[in-house]
């Protein structure tokens, strides 16, 4: 509980400190330049960011994208759900979605990619226009980040309002966000979040405002618990760094530490739904500790990520905050007027943090215990704050000339250096110069201690340099990280993608009779069926589980990204056994082919022993299938090989032939036998290779496990004779076939399999935002069987009886009935760790109601 003793600490130098017991509080006419300061430091950030898109032609502001990797594949597909949940028409809820891999949970995905506070937003616009409030995001998360670190700094140190202003928006454009913030929307409340939380531990110093403390906890916390976490290490430390370098004793320390304790984990316990539903969504999501990249970085090429517009590949800690915090860093050691204790603090808190972002151990402290797949320097923004914070203690006192051009020396070192590391392009080398030169010039006369108009106009002059140096480090960025460098752009907004027209084709979904996929590649994005607002099989999210992937990839489903990306399902057994009633294919470049399948309803009952291996092999894909169906469906023949002494192993085409579907050069010729008229099917989720029919189109096969799993394809109808052959095509040594790789679909076998389970064993279905009930046919028994696989957090109940988890059925959820026969099953789906959370939740308020009854009582006494 936040019930500390609210004594306040004495720090020379604070804003407002005195030698009494608390701070008195700030004149009016102060309060309100600092507020029209942070205001003024907001408006700078956000303008010279839309200048740097602006001079670029990006998005919103030209035709160049601004879309690209995971904005376009998951962040923009995301809101674009979140507005569907905001204007009714998802299926679904907080809790549960339905629309996305066949059925999944939902809350974890919301607190992760949609709990900053700017994404509602999305709401307010046309749905076809989704991306432009993510850029908002973005925008707003930048600007309300440079008006919270212009407030911070003024907690650590008194001083001009603008010139904190100045310094503040070199932090809220710093590298991390123009180079990997703005492009991760939900990654940008980390640059508002560590101000915020530096100033709640200022509260801790003074003893003041315990309940408004921890509140700010609990709002960065939940908004993005994965930044927060940074964030709140990096203010612990900067409040460790605050303490010692005031020389306070040992007790005041410890009650000041206990005060910052307290108010964390008040504020934390009411974030905890957002904290323990993601700690379990990742927990139980597929692993991705194999696809971890080094931190290593060489020293030049850190060196040179100081530098603004500087940008590594690569990836090195993304750190730049422009030219003028570069410089009073750099003049900080040099500044006699701040304590040489304070200054060594500083140095060594810069240091000690820079180390430690390529040192694995402390990297991994930063990323929560371990690294990510992706960008390997998230907690980057850390340091930038860090630098900011310093630049802000050497400025407030203004430093003399000798310790200006003390630091314009060592960027000068700084430069001949770095100035040929791969890092520094033309931009940064151009800014680092001009910037440099022009920030030194106007800092050496203001030092010169004008009269108040000609320094009112240096200052002017200065925000103008920040202004034009900061846009320019975004143009600079913005065009390194043109995707048109890295070849052909493909259509990005959905405006270019027509999601409007493509939408108006797509027939009013019979959910949940049945799903409308959008098939692969619709949009070319990983979350069409989001995009779309259909229900399908894509998605992509650091919360699909293992058993959601482990099930749907035994049943064909191709996966990647270690099973963090799903694809849509591509062959007439899965799509059925799935509930795809109608299906989207691309024609050309602008049209869109609706197809109806046979489906097996949402929710359909399987009589006892049906799911016996009808003769396939027990362990193979084939089987599975026959086995959910309850009919056998499939012929696996035995392939022989052109070349028997190489059997199943292939052997790589010489250069120059791969892929030629004519040709044979190496003996990777296959036949089988099955009834004639019979689909071929092929799969072989580990191969590398292209396949071809004979007379047919080559399908390429992309395997690469665990990262990725090559789907079940079509390869094409078997002829007459009952001789099906088919040619590989590899470039790669080692590779094989598996014995059971080619299954035969007996049409008519299969429809009249879905025709029977529609007949006898579907089922009146409703569902609601996390929840299902299935009118059964009279007398069921057996399995109830949903079209959706059975992840942690489902329960359900037959004919009102208690409430049990479910059990796996082939990969698919189900419900084992009564052998007397049951009429109806209700289940449910709760996030794990929801519960304790919200009791987390209780807690915390309880906390907070009991130190606003304490506050109140000492403060009458």
Same mark, same amino acid.
């Given at each position: 509980m936040s019930t500390a003793p609210t004594t306040a600490v004495a720090l020379p130098g604070a804003a407002g400190s005195h030698t009494g017991t608390e701070r008195r509080p700030a004149p009016a006419g102060r309060r309100r330049a600092g507020a029209l300061a942070a205001l003024v430091s907001a408006l700078m950030s956000m303008a010279a960011y839309c200048a740097g898109l602006a001079l670029h032609g990006s998005y919103p502001f030209g035709p160049s994208p601004r879309a690209d990797n995971d904005l376009r594949h998951q962040y923009v597909p995301f809101h674009t759900h979140l507005w569907d949940l905001q204007h009714g028409a998802a299926h679904g809820d907080l809790l549960y979605n339905w629309q996305s891999g066949y059925g999944v949970g939902f809350l974890g995905d919301f607190f992760t990619y949609l709990a900053n506070p700017f994404s509602w937003l999305v709401g307010l616009f046309p749905r076809d226009q989704s991306e432009f409030p993510v850029f908002l995001v973005s925008l707003f998360s930048t600007g309300l980040a440079a008006a919270a670190m212009t407030v911070c700094l003024g907690r650590l140190r008194p001083g001009s309002p603008w010139l904190r202003a100045l310094i503040s928006v070199g932090y809220a454009l710093c590298g991390w966000n123009t180079s990997e913030g703005a492009i991760v929307p939900m990654w940008m409340w980390g640059l508002v979040a560590l101000p915020l939380l530096c100033i709640a531990a200022d509260w801790c110093l003074t003893g003041r405002h315990p309940i408004l403390g921890s509140l700010v906890v609990a709002l960065c916390w939940y908004a993005n618990f994965y930044t927060a976490a940074m964030a709140t290490l990096a203010a612990a430390l900067v409040l460790l760094l605050r303490l010692t370098s005031a020389g306070t004793d040992r007790r005041t320390r410890l009650r000041v530490l206990g005060r910052a304790a307290a108010r964390t984990a008040t504020g934390m316990l009411l974030a905890a739904p957002a904290i323990l539903v993601c700690a379990l969504a990742n927990a139980q999501a597929q692993p991705t500790d194999k696809y971890v990249v080094s931190v290593a970085t060489p020293v030049r090429t850190y060196l040179a990520m100081f530098l603004p517009g500087s940008i590594a590949s690569p990836s090195a800690p993304n750190v730049f905050t422009g030219s003028l915090v570069l410089l009073l860093v750099l003049a900080l050691p040099f500044q006699s007027r701040v304590p040489v204790r304070e200054r060594v603090a500083w140095a060594v808190l810069i240091t000690a943090t820079a180390l430690s972002f390529v040192w694995t151990p402390t990297a991994k402290l930063w990323?929560?215990?371990?690294?990510?797949?992706?960008?390997?320097?998230?907690?980057?923004?850390?340091?930038?704050?860090?630098?900011?914070?310093?630049?802000?203690?050497?400025?407030?006192?203004?430093?003399?000339p000798r310790a200006l051009l003390g630091g314009a020396a060592l960027l000068a070192l700084l430069l001949a250096v770095t100035y040929d590391a791969q890092p520094v392009g033309g931009h940064a080398l151009t800014g680092a110069l001009a910037g440099g030169a022009a920030v030194t010039a106007l800092l050496l006369l203001y030092a010169r201690g004008l009269r108040r108009p000609a320094r009112s106009a240096v200052v002017a002059l200065l925000a103008v340099t920040v202004l034009a140096g900061a846009a320019y480090s975004a143009y600079g960025l913005t065009d390194l990280l043109d995707p048109a460098r890295r070849g052909p752009v493909r259509a990005q907004t959905m405006t270019q993608l027509g999601l409007n027209t493509r939408r108006a084709l797509v027939p009013r979904e019979d959910w949940p009779a049945a799903r409308t996929d959008p098939g692969p590649g619709v949009f070319v994005t990983d979350n069409d069926a989001m995009l779309l607002g259909t229900g399908g099989g894509s998605y992509y999210s650091s919360y699909i589980t293992k058993e959601t992937a482990g099930a749907l990839a035994e049943l064909g489903l191709g996966e990647a990204m270690g099973g963090r990306h799903l694809w849509p399902a591509r062959d007439p057994v899965l799509q059925a056994l799935l509930g795809i009633g109608t299906t989207l294919d691309v024609i050309g470049t602008d049209g869109v082919r609706v197809r109806q399948t046979p489906a097996v309803p949402?929710?359909?009952?399987?009589?006892?022993?049906?799911?016996?291996?009808?003769?396939? +092999? @027990?362990?193979?894909?084939?089987? !599975?299938?026959?086995a959910a169906l309850g009919a056998r469906v499939y012929e696996v023949p035995a392939l022989a090989?052109?070349?028997?002494?190489?059997?199943?192993?292939?052997?790589?085409?010489?250069?120059?032939?791969?892929?030629e579907a004519a040709r044979d050069p190496v003996g990777n010729t296959f036949t089988a036998r099955c009834t004639p008229g019979a689909r071929a099917f092929f799969h072989a989720p580990a191969l590398r290779a292209d396949v071809a029919a004979a007379g047919g189109a080559s399908e390429g096969f992309y395997g690469d496990p665990p990262q990725r799993l090559a789907p079940l394809k079509e390869l094409g109808t078997v002829p007459a004779d009952g001789r099906f052959t088919f040619t590989v095509h590899t470039g790669e040594d080692g590779q094989s076939l598996p014995a059971d790789a080619l299954g035969c679909l007996d049409v +008519? @076998?299969?429809?009249?399999?879905? !025709?029977?389970?529609?007949?006898?064993?579907?089922?009146?279905?409703?569902?609601?935002?996390?929840?299902?009930?299935a009118r059964l046919p009279k007398g069921s028994t057996g399995t109830a069987v949903v079209a959706t696989t059975a992840p942690p957090g489902w329960t359900c109940s037959v004919d009102g009886g208690p409430a049990r988890p479910p059990v796996p059925y082939q990969g698919l959820l189900g419900v084992p009935l009564a052998k007397g026969g049951a009429a109806r099953i209700d289940c449910a789906y709760r996030p794990p760790g929801l519960t304790a959370g919200l009791a987390g939740t209780g807690a915390g308020a309880l906390a907070l109601v009991a130190t606003a009854f304490l506050t109140r009582r000492r403060g009458r006494r």
């Open positions: 990323q929560g215990l371990a690294l990510p797949h992706g960008a390997p320097f998230r907690e980057s923004f850390v340091l930038s704050g860090f630098l900011a914070m310093a630049a802000w203690v050497c400025l407030a006192r203004m430093p003399r949402l929710v359909a009952v399987r009589p006892p022993g049906s799911d016996r291996a009808y003769g396939a +092999p @027990a362990d193979s894909v084939w089987a !599975r299938r026959q090989a052109k070349d028997p002494r190489r059997g199943l192993q292939l052997a790589p085409d010489p250069v120059g032939t791969a892929g +008519p @076998a299969f429809e009249q399999a879905v !025709r029977a389970l529609r007949e006898t064993g579907g089922a009146a279905v409703e569902t609601g935002g996390h929840t299902l009930t």
